[in-house]
């Protein structure tokens, strides 16, 4: 599979946005899928994460209550709407799949990778 994000832009605090991640592949329907960013001079973070049968959602605290995580495997899309946005939000956001395990925060566990897209919360 292969993953493909767009949606990033610039904003002021409190608006919103929605990321896509739109992936390619026969298998999309099997992998659980999840968002993480990485602001410059920081480590890359879990934001939430969607899995492929429950469809189950984690989500980080930092963004509980205002980011929901969504997926159509037939549309092979997974989204993220973003509410509230903070300047803290602030990031290059990526969305990752893996085929194996539970939703993990551990980026070294996910095994595909999107190119990022950069949000950018003005105050």
């Known amino acids: 599979v292969q993953l493909q994000a767009s949606g990033g832009g610039l904003v002021q605090a409190g608006d919103s946005l929605r990321l896509s991640c739109a992936a390619s592949?026969?298998?999309?329907?099997?992998?659980?899928v999840g968002w993480f960013r990485q602001a410059p001079g920081k480590e890359r973070e879990f934001v939430a994460g969607?899995?492929?049968?429950?469809?189950?959602?984690v989500y980080s605290d930092s963004v509980e209550d205002r980011f929901t995580i969504s997926r159509d495997n037939a549309r092979k899309t997974v989204w993220m709407q973003m509410n509230s946005l903070k300047p803290e939000d602030t990031a290059t956001y990526y969305c990752?799949?893996?085929?194996?395990?539970?939703?993990?925060?551990?980026?070294?566990?996910?095994?595909?990778w999107g190119q990022g897209t950069q949000v950018t919360v003005s105050s």
């Open positions: 990752a799949a893996k085929a194996v395990g539970l939703i993990s925060n551990m980026s070294t566990e996910w095994e595909v």
């Open positions: 592949g026969h298998t999309f329907s099997r992998y659980t």
């Open positions: 969607i899995s492929w049968r429950l469809r189950k959602t």
